[in-house]
């Protein structure tokens, strides 16, 4: 993942910008949350990592809400396609939904390509600006009152 899809760096997980998003930020956006190390699924993660996923995709719904106007959350753990292989790695998405949605409609299941349509599958990507509002948004979120017991206990575990 190259670094300008990185919006948060934290010690044990990374919060990103799909490079092929699932949901346009016109229809509430989409971020992912991948810890640093490679696992599976969930059960390879440790406690730490287990509250530093959690906490950081608590993180990314508040930028998606304050950065996209985003007004619900799905969130959906994978491993990724090829889970037949030593490849596979963790990772949850953050899928953002939008009263106004067009492409993803509110209030309804995902919608998701088979794997085989998937090359031709494209979905308006934030632009610059949005990312940095994003990216803004992410690093604020870190600091919310919120989210301050669930900081707390992920720090302590991981030290």
Known sequence: MRKEHELLGLSLVRVLVPQRPHISPGDGGH???VPRRHVRDRSGLTPAEVL?????????????????GTDWFNYQENGNWSV??????????????????????YGEALRFPSRSELPRWETPKP?????????????????????????????????
């Open 84 to 105: 037949e292989n030593t490849g596979a790695h963790m990772h949850l998405h953050v899928y953002g939904r939008a009263r106004h949605a067009v492409a993803q409609p």
């Open 52 to 68: 530093a996923l959690e906490y950081a995709s608590l993180v990314a719904a508040q930028g998606l809400t304050q950065a996209l």
């Open 127 to 159: 632009s610059d600006d949005q990312v940095a509002a994003l990216r803004q948004a992410l690093e604020k979120g870190c600091l919310s009152p919120e989210l301050a017991e669930l900081r707390a206990a992920m720090n302590t575990l991981n030290t």
């Open 31 to 33: 971020l992912l949350v």
